[in-house]
């Protein structure tokens, strides 16, 4: 059976903290592929266009041989919800035990999650500790298990582990802001992401 991970996002822009997630999660399960699945039309967001997200998604991941990109919600008209990506992914891999990564944020959210009650139970989440109000990792527990119990109280079962990897503040939100003004994100993203953001200007005022 093959271990494959499900790392969905805006990914607006892919930064160096989600490819640490993304590798982290290589070893310490061990993975043997994540998919990387940028949203198309995420719910509440308004993001960069797909195709810009997509090609420095191309960018940042080439060379990896265990990271795989999916255009899956790309082909879907309508709402990205989280529960549709699996169902289709899933059904193009068989004897799959399905991880889904996400950041501890969003697994704070997941019990009101569209048919969330259907996804908890299909894959084993893997959850990154993010540095939110100088959260430490045993703040980030301490939340995943005030999730579990949420779920526990729905009589829902959730297999969870957070990942071991250095708190670092860095943000799509963040860069997106020094774009805007006009201020460096080099060591933020790899440079052939910073190159292309330039080169397309966006997230700046001449945004395409």
Same mark, same amino acid.
């Given at each position: 059976m093959q271990h494959i991970g499900i790392f969905g996002g805006t990914f607006d822009p892919v930064h160096w903290g989600h490819l640490l997630v993304a590798q982290t999660t290589l070893y310490q399960v061990?993975?043997?592929?994540?998919?990387?699945?940028?949203?198309?039309?995420?719910?509440?967001?308004?993001?960069?266009?797909?195709?810009n997200r997509w090609e420095m998604l191309k960018l940042a991941t080439r060379g990896n041989s265990a990271f795989t990109l999916?255009?899956?919600?790309?082909?879907?008209?309508?709402?990205? $919800?989280?529960?549709?990506?699996?169902?289709?992914?899933s059904s193009c891999y068989a004897d799959t035990h399905w991880y889904w990564i996400t950041g501890l944020d969003t697994f704070q959210t997941l019990p009101r999650w569209y048919r969330g009650r259907e996804l908890v139970q299909m894959c084993d989440?893997?959850?990154?500790?993010?540095?939110?109000?100088?959260?430490?990792?045993?703040?980030?527990?301490?939340?995943?298990?005030?999730?579990?119990?949420?779920?526990?109280?729905?009589?829902?079962?959730i297999r969870w582990q957070i990942l071991d990897i250095p708190l670092i503040g860095i943000s799509s939100?963040?860069?997106?802001?020094?774009?805007?003004? #006009?201020?460096?994100?080099? $060591?933020?993203?790899?440079?052939?992401?910073?190159?292309?953001?330039?080169?397309?200007?966006? $997230? #700046?005022?001449?945004?395409?």
């Open positions: 061990p993975l043997s592929k994540v998919i990387w699945v940028p949203s198309l039309n995420p719910p509440h967001k308004k993001v960069a266009l797909f195709k999916s255009s899956i919600e790309a082909k879907r008209s309508g709402t990205s $919800y989280a529960i549709n990506t699996f169902m289709d992914l989440w893997l959850i990154a500790p993010r540095q939110l109000g100088g959260k430490t990792t045993d703040q980030s527990e301490l939340i995943c298990k005030q999730v579990e119990q949420q779920l526990t109280q729905q009589s829902l079962t939100s963040l860069i997106r802001r020094l774009c805007r003004e #006009s201020r460096s994100i080099a $060591y933020l993203v790899p440079e052939s992401v910073r190159s292309y953001i330039n080169t397309h200007n966006l $997230y #700046s005022d001449k945004s395409e």
